[in-house]
C-alpha cells in the first residue's frame, strides 16, 4: 500500500462526486452536455453548449483528415457533434465509469462505431502512443487534472508535430483582497474538485504549456460568454427541478453553492474563463 497516492484518490473522489452522480439518468437532458455554452447569440443551453463546441474545433483547425483526442469528454454529446459536423476521426477519454458507459451508448446510437472511440483513463497517464493525433482537446476538464501540467506534458507527447491543443478552462486573474474573497475562492476550488496545483493566472498557465514544449501559446478571456449565461440557465426553476430528479435533491443544491461560487468570484474580478490555444513545434 505504500505506492497508493492518496492525494489523487481523494481527488478523483472530488470529481466523482462533483459529476459521476445520476449520469446514468441524464438521458438527453440538455443534450448531455455539461458545459458553460457559448452564450453571445444562443437562447437556448444546447445552443450555447454546442456553439462553445463549434468554436473550440475552429479555433483547432479541425476536419476530416484530423485525428482528435477529446480528454474529459463527458457522456460524449460534443465527439458525435464533431465527428457530424467536421469529419475527424476521435479517441475521447473519460474518468468516470458511468460517463464513460454512456458516451459508448450515445457514439453507439449515432452509428459512430469506429470513427468515435470512448476509454476509460486519466488525462495524466494517456493510453496511447508518442505522435498519435493532430490535435488534443479539452473542453473544461483540465482545471481537474491532477495536475494539469500532468496534463500538458502527456498531451505534448500524444501529438504529432505541428499539433494543435485547444483548452476551454479557468484561470485566477489576482489574488483575494479580503476575507470574503478568499472564502468565494476556496469554496469554489473545493467543491469544484480543483486542485492547489491549478490555480494560478494566465501567464503562469502560458509558461506552464511553453515549459512543456509547446510554442505560440494564446490565452483570451471570454468569461462575459459563458459564466453569465450558465448560471442563470442553472438557477431556472426548470433546470433545478430536473437536477433533483436526476441527481437528488443533496447534489443539486450542493451544485448550485458551486455555480453561484464561481458566479460571484466572475462577478468579483477573480475568475475567467479562457480559451487557450498552442502548439507543438
Same mark, same amino acid.
Given at each position: ?7 489523487? /484518490? ?5 470529481? %466523482? ?10 438521458? $438527453? ?15 437556448? *443551453? ?18 476530416? !483528415? &484530423? ?10 454529446? !460534443? ?8 469529419? @475527424? ?97 476556496? @469554496? ?23 515549459? &512543456?514544449?509547446?510554442?505560440?501559446? &494564446? ?13 442563470? $440557465?442553472? /438557477? ?5 427541478? @430536473?437536477?433533483? %430528479? /436526476? ?8 451544485? +448550485?453553492?458551486?455555480?453561484? @461560487?464561481?458566479?460571484?468570484? +466572475? ?5 475567467? *474563463? ?8
Amino acid at each position: 500500500m505504500d505506492d497508493v497516492d492518496w492525494v489523487k /484518490i481523494d481527488h478523483a473522489y472530488g470529481v %466523482k462526486r462533483l459529476y459521476g452522480i445520476g449520469a446514468e439518468k441524464f438521458g $438527453e437532458y440538455h443534450g448531455g452536455y455539461l458545459n458553460f455554452g457559448w452564450w453571445e447569440k444562443a437562447d437556448t *443551453y444546447i445552443e450555447a453548449a454546442e456553439a462553445l463546441v463549434h468554436k473550440m474545433a475552429e479555433i483547432l483547425g479541425l476536419n476530416d !483528415q &484530423s485525428r482528435l483526442l477529446d480528454v474529459a469528454c463527458g457522456m460524449g454529446p !460534443q465527439d458525435v457533434y464533431l465527428h457530424r459536423h467536421f469529419g @475527424a476521426e476521435i479517441d475521447a477519454v473519460e474518468i468516470l465509469w458511468n460517463q464513460a458507459q454512456v458516451a459508448l451508448a450515445r457514439v453507439k446510437q449515432a452509428g459512430m462505431e469506429g470513427k468515435v472511440r470512448i476509454h476509460h483513463g486519466t488525462a495524466t497517464r494517456l493510453p496511447f502512443e508518442r505522435n498519435s493525433f493532430t490535435h488534443v482537446l479539452a473542453i473544461e476538464g483540465s482545471q481537474h487534472f491532477n495536475t494539469r501540467e500532468d496534463f500538458f506534458r502527456e498531451a505534448f507527447r500524444v501529438l504529432k508535430p505541428k499539433g494543435v491543443i485547444a483548452l476551454a478552462d479557468f484561470t485566477i486573474t489576482r489574488p483575494p483582497r479580503s476575507l470574503l474573497e478568499k472564502i468565494v475562492v476556496r @469554496a469554489a476550488q473545493h467543491f469544484w474538485a480543483c486542485p492547489n496545483a491549478n490555480v494560478y493566472n494566465a501567464e503562469i498557465f502560458k509558461q506552464k504549456l511553453e515549459k &512543456s514544449g509547446f510554442i505560440n501559446v &494564446s490565452i483570451s478571456e471570454e468569461g462575459k460568454y459563458t459564466i453569465p449565461g450558465y448560471f442563470r $440557465e442553472q /438557477i431556472r426553476k426548470e433546470t433545478i427541478k @430536473a437536477g433533483i %430528479k /436526476i441527481r437528488g435533491w443533496i447534489p443539486t443544491r450542493a451544485g +448550485f453553492f458551486v455555480n453561484y @461560487a464561481v458566479f460571484r468570484a +466572475f462577478c468579483r474580478g477573480l475568475l475567467e *474563463y479562457c480559451i487557450v490555444r498552442a502548439e507543438k513545434p
